[in-house]
């Protein structure tokens, strides 16, 4: 049991990282606490909640777009319990895919908790107590996070919920509380408020998704308050929630210090997520995590000790899958000699409302704060044929690019598809790209990306073609 390197936790970053490893002809040991890998995104994240928002778009359309198209829907309802095991079924199929990449890189997999005997030794302790020790060359920790709490909001698992208990409820809330209006809030309330729940969010900051383009935001929450009465309560402050019976009990103070309270039948507190580590004893191999619980490292992704990298959501860095990917490639190619490179400003956002929103680069809040001279060029969606033609016309589509050189620095995008469309933007980006270089390459007419080469047309010389 004696391995090239050992990965603890086998979520996007620590899975994949495996896999690069053993390409890498690395002999590679593979650690996960729970009984099936994938981590948080595929078991209780990423995948679960995108195959609840598939399906509650599928309900939302039924019974609210059908009807435009010419299509006649009787006896609607809803096998919320169907609807969950569906769900079930993906993310099992999902998991299983996991479980044969291992299989096929020849990665052994180890069910327990790993923790650090010393920095060169593991043990690993299953559930039934018994316990196996690796030793190993390199380690790659990739233990990710979990929902952050409050102290003051007593998370009870039954009414006052995370994302991870919201993904498995047994009915549908009449209404739903959602402390914080990032991301994932966003997405679970959408998926409840299609089913026909009443959303109320409650956010400290003044806009929603505070991580993305203030545009972007500001559009969300009009279109989710336009189509599924979304109430928000913006610059509001929890101070503390109880429960009584069935019935959830929040209160706040608003931007006036006044007392608000809000009740409903369940409450998702959804303030973010923050790294785990717990178990790991990383004292022993001579490590630490800061007060924010994350590790420490260098630009290498090597913690304090050089033969500990750590990737994910357990170091610095945007919480997000596809930047734990890229640094478990990048971190098995460092292992291996090689030369790897990630560009931190072209990972992209996407938030999985409909319409979805998505950005990378610089939003203009950031151009504006470091003074670059940047122009901007917007598209709405309602502009383009394909959109008309589905019904998707909410959203645009809104490329920064320098003012001198017009190099693309950034685009936010929010409307159909977005989530896909934001890789045209990547690749751009990435080879640097100008507005006008976009501007000039054929578009399959009619498709959402039009949008993108309008934008562009905007940001280069103030000469879209379609409006």
């Not at 099936?36 to 209780?44: F, K, P, Y």
């Not at 309900?59 to 006896?75: M, S």
């Not at 913690?303 to 959501?313: C, F, N, P």
Request: glycine share 10%; hydrophobic share 40%; aromatic share 6%.
């Amino acid at each position: 049991m004696k391995y090239d390197v050992v990965v603890i936790g086998s979520g996007p970053g620590g899975y994949i990282a495996a896999v690069r490893c053993a390409q890498l002809d690395m002999k590679v040991a593979i650690i996960e606490k729970y009984s099936t890998l994938g981590g948080t995104c595929l078991n209780v994240g990423c995948i679960p909640s995108k195959a609840l928002l598939d399906s509650s778009e599928h309900y939302h359309n039924a019974a609210k777009h059908f009807k435009i198209h010419g299509i006649e829907v009787n006896g609607l309802n809803i096998d919320f319990g169907k609807m969950i095991q569906r769900k079930r079924e993906v993310v099992n199929t999902t998991c299983q895919g996991i479980t044969f990449l291992m299989k096929k890189n020849k990665i052994d997999t180890y069910y327990g908790l790993g923790s650090f005997v010393s920095a060169q030794k593991i043990a690993v302790t299953a559930q039934d107590g018994s316990q196996k020790v690796l030793e190993t060359s390199k380690t790659i920790i990739a233990t990710g996070s979990k929902p952050t709490q409050l102290p003051f909001i007593p998370v009870d698992k039954k009414r006052i919920i995370t994302s991870t208990e919201a993904l498995e409820l047994t009915e549908i809330p009449k209404h739903l509380i959602v402390i914080g209006g990032g991301i994932i809030g966003m997405e679970i309330g959408s998926v409840y408020g299609r089913l026909g729940s009443k959303v109320t969010v409650i956010e400290y900051l003044d806009g929603i998704i505070p991580s993305m383009d203030g545009s972007l935001g500001k559009e969300l929450q009009r279109v989710l308050k336009k189509q599924l009465n979304f109430q928000f309560n913006l610059k509001h402050k929890v101070t503390g929630a109880r429960v009584e019976g069935d019935m959830v009990h929040v209160e706040a103070e608003n931007s006036q210090g006044e007392k608000v309270n809000f009740e409903g039948d369940y409450c998702l507190l959804a303030i973010g997520r923050s790294p785990y580590t717990a178990g790991l004893n990383l004292e022993n191999a001579g490590l630490s995590a800061d007060q924010r619980g994350k590790i420490v490292t260098n630009k290498h992704l090597q913690t304090g000790v050089d033969s500990i990298y750590a990737i994910g959501d357990v170091t610095y860095g945007a919480m997000l899958a596809h930047k734990a990917e890229e640094e478990g490639v990048f971190v098995a190619e460092h292992i291996a000699g090689q030369k790897p490179h990630i560009n931190y400003n072209l990972i992209p956002s996407v938030v999985y409302t409909w319409p979805e929103a998505a950005g990378v680069g610089y939003t203009e809040e950031q151009l504006q704060k470091e003074s670059i001279p940047y122009k901007r060029g917007e598209f709405p969606f309602r502009a383009l044929g394909r959109a008309r033609a589905s019904t998707d016309i909410d959203g645009f589509v809104k490329i920064l690019a320098h003012k001198d050189t017009d190099e693309i620095l950034g685009a936010h995008i929010i409307g159909a598809r977005a989530a896909d469309l934001i890789s045209e933007a990547v690749v751009a980006m990435e080879y640097r790209a100008s507005a006008e270089d976009i501007s000039r390459m054929s578009h399959a007419h009619p498709t959402y990306s039009e949008a993108f080469k309008e934008a562009c047309l905007m940001a280069t010389d103030n000469r879209p073609l379609n409006i």
